[in-house]
């Protein structure tokens, strides 16, 4: 039995969209707090590192995904040191992360390389499983991070911009001083939401490594970091556009694989770059206005008032 | 971005061995992870066995190595540190092997890949190829959809060879199998495996396999969907999928470590090319528990033609697009498989 292309497309584009959505939804958060996390990738990897290496020691995936939560919010939580408390260069100390996390990932993941983990367990609702279509595909066969991808990104956006601790977030991210004077403290803010970013990308991380791969390689993250900073622009900074955005370029891996599976007579050359085009593509279409949606303190150091 | 994560570790075989008599120093240049269950694996395991059964002998290992310049700087420091043979295990390393081995006539080398011996420089690898016949008869047997999958990192030659050979087995026992490939643009892209994995899964393919560093992800995707599976690499990877396991191929250098490493004690090493096959080098896995008795003859006895010499290779064999790409009687040797560019007939993809 043959599963048509859309469908296919979609269930890989699920798969492979969870931990990018994950991932994307916790660089807005930072982002919006005016704050860049180029090493987004390293907390990935410390993420799937942890996740793998504590599942492998106790032989529970839930216990490597609350791991693998709290390494990436303090690998964040490392990288607000540099860049709020001691005001280091945000690209240069993404950077540095992004080298910090392939270093420490590896340290961790090596001894448990080869282990053989179950992973996060997976559920199909029984009314789901029974739809034709459905059946003999990955279709809503899916992990706890998968099932509640779409609700985190509601989280999200809710925190953001349904509370009054998201709306401090969003202030610092326009201008830290005006929030200073209005009586915020837009170190702890930028704090606190690299923190919470950092969960996100830890989890991130742990889908590769707990949910779709079942196995921990150095470097597998393969660049999903880059393409989920890459996300947060396509996405105008919003998390529900994440949602799509996510699922975009999931399927764009997904439908390079499905066409070769299918025969297709493009070059996988040409297909291997399909996600990386789609990148230079919205880059280039969004780069222009880019102003008029990001947070206008992004990058900057706030110094103070002094 | 790999040349940033560089352990460089040393492993005494021998504890103390800086005794009276200067040990052989091995070094050994692995471009992934000593604890890949995979190829690094397999060099590691035959070092390690030779470095303990051989006395005098003491392994130098370098994990993580990219295929630059770093590799020619990793060589250097292991000859510093006394290594007087220098196993660069990847295709990459070619180069700066090359060089490294040029400015010093002293130290001999073994290179896990092709090209031309010189006297201290040997060339040797597993020929694969001709071994994945057999898999190919298994698969071509255990298949009910006639579609097996192959998943490979990257288009080059010996991939191209292993899923021809697989292809030529398949359809010698089942002359409608057909050997769809998916590449997924790096040898150990976990996600894009899975998902390479669940894209052929969805084509109906009931047997997969594999052409990239690791086996276990594809492994364990397709026993999750109740898939079987053919492994490559590791012949452990079979505690991965207890019920679709069939067989597998992995590699078997010790031998070939000790020969050397004993011409080198003996001050005779000389560099050639060595190629070995199925039953040298190249070993075949367990079956899996649901192979039938008569598939596991028939396997097998397609192995032990192929150890005897038979070549899959042989013409008249025409491409996927129709060409005829080996006339009558023409052959293509494990020497140059790295050169290989087409598809047999029957498999489904693009070279390039």
């Known amino acids: ?223 999903r970091g880059f393409i989920a900073i890459a996300l947060v622009i396509f996405s105008k900074w919003r998390p529900l556009r994440a949602v799509a955005g996510a699922l975009l370029f999931g399927g764009a891996e997904a439908l390079q694989l499905q066409l070769q599976a299918r025969g297709s007579e493009v070059s996988p050359f040409l297909l291997e770059m399909a996600p990386y085009l789609l990148t230079i593509l919205v880059l280039l279409a969004w780069g222009g206005s880019r102003r008029l949606f990001a947070p206008a303190a992004l990058g900057r150091t706030f110094y103070g008032l002094d | 971005m790999k040349m940033l994560t560089i352990a460089l570790s040393a492993l005494a075989c021998t504890p103390g061995a800086r005794a009276d008599t200067p040990p052989l120093v091995i070094g050994a240049v692995y471009v992934g992870s000593i604890n890949d269950y995979g190829y690094n694996r397999s060099f590691h395991d035959a070092f390690a066995k030779v470095c303990k059964d051989l006395p005098g002998t003491r392994l130098l290992e370098a994990e993580n190595v990219p295929e630059s310049a770093e590799a020619e700087r990793i060589m250097e420091g292991m000859i510093q540190q006394g290594a007087r043979l220098v196993f660069p295990t990847s295709f990459g390393y070619q180069d700066s092997a090359r060089r490294v081995a040029k400015r010093h006539k002293e130290v001999c080398f073994e290179f896990a890949g092709d090209g031309a011996a010189t006297r201290n420089f040997g060339v040797f690898f597993g020929s694969t190829q001709a071994a994945w016949y057999p898999m190919g008869v298994a698969a071509g047997r255990m298949t009910r959809s006639g579609k097996l999958g192959f998943v490979i990192g990257m288009p080059i030659g010996y991939a191209l060879g292993n899923v021809n050979a697989f292809e030529m087995g398949a359809q010698s026992v089942n002359p409608k199998a057909t050997t769809i490939v998916v590449v ?160 047999v007939q029957g498999v489904v993809g693009k070279v390039r």
């Open chain 2, 184 to 343: 997924t643009g790096g040898w150990s892209d976990k996600a894009k495996e899975a998902g390479a994995a669940n894209a052929l899964l969805d084509q109906g393919c009931d047997v997969v396999t594999m052409h990239v560093d690791s086996p276990t992800t594809i492994i364990q995707t397709a026993e999750a969907r109740g898939a079987m599976s053919i492994g490559f690499q590791s012949v452990e990877a079979r505690a991965l999928a207890p019920k679709g396991w069939i067989t597998g191929l992995g590699f078997n250098w010790a031998p070939f470590v000790a020969k050397v490493a004993r011409s080198v004690l003996a001050n005779q090493f000389r560099g050639e090319a060595v190629y070995q096959g199925l039953g040298e080098m190249v070993a075949m896995a367990p079956f899996g528990a649901s192979v039938p008795a008569g598939v596991q003859a028939q396997v097998n006895a397609a192995a032990a033609k192929v150890a005897k010499g038979f070549n899959p290779f042989t013409g008249p064999l025409k491409s996927n697009t129709g060409s005829l790409v080996l006339p009558p009687g023409a052959t293509v040797g494990a020497d140059q498989m790295g050169s290989l560019n087409w598809y």
């Open chain 1, 1 to 223: 039995m043959t599963t048509p292309l859309f469908l296919g497309v979609l269930a890989g584009a699920v798969l492979s969209g969870t931990s990018l959505l994950y991932a994307t939804l916790g660089e807005t958060i930072g982002e919006r707090a005016g704050i860049v996390n180029l090493g987004l990738e390293g907390i990935l990897l410390i993420g799937a590192s942890v996740g793998f290496a504590v599942c492998a020691a106790t032989g529970s995936a839930w216990a490597g995904l609350g791991a693998a939560g709290l390494a990436g919010g303090l690998g964040n939580l490392l990288f607000a040191w540099l860049v709020v408390a001691r005001r280091a260069n945000q690209l240069a100390s993404g950077l540095a992360m992004l080298l910090f996390g392939l270093g420490a990932s590896a340290l961790v993941g090596a001894p448990h390389m080869g282990a053989v983990i179950a992973g996060l367990p997976k559920w199909c609702p029984a009314p789901l499983a029974r739809l034709p279509w459905v059946q003999g595909t990955t279709l809503f066969n899916y992990d706890v991070l998968t099932w509640l991808a779409l609700p985190a990104a509601v989280l999200v956006w809710w925190a953001l911009f349904r509370t009054r601790w998201g709306l401090g977030i969003r202030a610092v991210g326009e201008s830290p001083a005006a929030a200073y004077a209005s009586g915020r403290n837009p170190a702890a803010l930028q704090v606190q939401a690299l923190a919470a970013g950092g969960v996100l990308g830890g989890l991130a991380g742990a889908h590769l490594s707990l949910s779709l791969t079942l196995t921990w390689a150095e470097y597998m993250t393969a660049g």
